[in-house]
Nanobody, 129 residues
Framework: QVRLVESGGDSVQAGGSLRLSCVANVDSGDVRSMAWARQTPGKEREVVAGIYTPDGTTYYADAVKGRFIISQDKSKNTVYLVMNSLKPEDAGMYYC??????????????????????WGQGTQVTVSS
């Protein structure tokens, strides 16, 4: 159906920036909503940013609002996550997610893991203090 390939994870110092990329290879389905989620040790996976690809509407979790930016390049089937002012608590595995059911996810569901039925393998982000 949908294969998501993430890249860009790295080790940075607190206050630094990173850009993650997610290439979506869609064999079937209608992908309109995509997101980035993260999982830190001892915590559940959480969606931190979402984007409705037809019009570029974006959504952010409170923990990253004002620091992270999700964007897309439709010509490359790629979604990006620019992470600025990184904190040690931002460290973890970052996953790209997509909904292939052609759904519009409103502000609440766009930041809910259950809104997505396709997941990538993840890319690791380490932030040192």
């Amino acid at each position: 159906q949908v294969r998501l390939v993430e890249s860009g994870g790295d080790s940075v110092q607190a206050g630094g920036s990173l850009r993650l990329s997610c290439v979506a290879n869609v064999d079937s389905g209608d992908v309109r909503s995509m997101a980035w989620a993260r999982q830190t040790p001892g915590k559940e996976r959480e969606v931190v940013a979402g984007i409705y690809t037809p019009d570029g509407t974006t959504y952010y979790a409170d923990a990253v609002k004002g620091r992270f930016i999700i964007s897309q390049d439709k010509s490359k089937n790629t979604v990006y996550l620019v992470m600025n002012s990184l904190k040690p608590e931002d460290a973890g595995m970052y996953y790209c997610a997509a909904d292939s059911r052609g759904l519009y996810l409103g502000p609440h569901q766009a930041l809910n893991m259950r809104g997505y039925n396709n997941w990538g393998q993840g890319t690791q982000v380490t932030v040192s203090s």
